[in-house]
Nanobody, 127 residues
Framework: EVQLQASGGGVVQAGGSLRLSCEAS????????IGWFRQAPGKEREGLSC????????YYTQPVKGRFITSRDSAKNTVYLQMNSLKSEDTAVYYC????????????????????WGQGTQVTVSS
């Protein structure tokens, strides 16, 4: 079966770093773009980043650009989200998702683009 498993969340102080992992199984990982999203209480799910299939180009939305880095380890069927310089407003449940195609690159930030979703992992940034 198709599965995405997000892990690596926890509690971290403001200014600190955390690395999230998204492990895929049950589908051809290298043929899918992998996106990261987050959702804070009372807010809509927010697109953060995407790493494309093929050469693995990366894209970031403004709230995390310059602080977060996503990467792909094909041998492990895993995508990472390295989060640096964390702020209290980064507190949320973080989700990874897989898309077979992103027809327009701007669509990477929208939940509708992705067919498969992980269960999410909680990140709490304390001040």
């Amino acid at each position: 079966e198709v599965q995405l498993q997000a892990s690596g969340g926890g509690v971290v102080q403001a200014g600190g770093s955390l690395r999230l992992s998204c492990e895929a199984s049950g589908f051809d990982f290298d043929d899918y773009a992998i996106g990261w999203f987050r959702q804070a209480p009372g807010k809509e799910r927010e697109g953060l980043s995407c790493i494309s299939k093929g050469p693995g180009s990366t894209y970031y939305t403004q709230p995390v650009k310059g602080r977060f880095i996503t990467s792909r380890d094909s041998a492990k069927n895993t995508v990472y989200l390295q989060m640096n310089s964390l702020k209290s407003e980064d507190t949320a449940v973080y989700y990874c998702a897989a898309a077979a195609a992103v027809n327009y690159m701007s669509n990477y930030r929208y939940t509708e683009t992705y067919a498969y979703w992980g269960q999410g992992t909680q990140v709490t940034v304390s001040s």
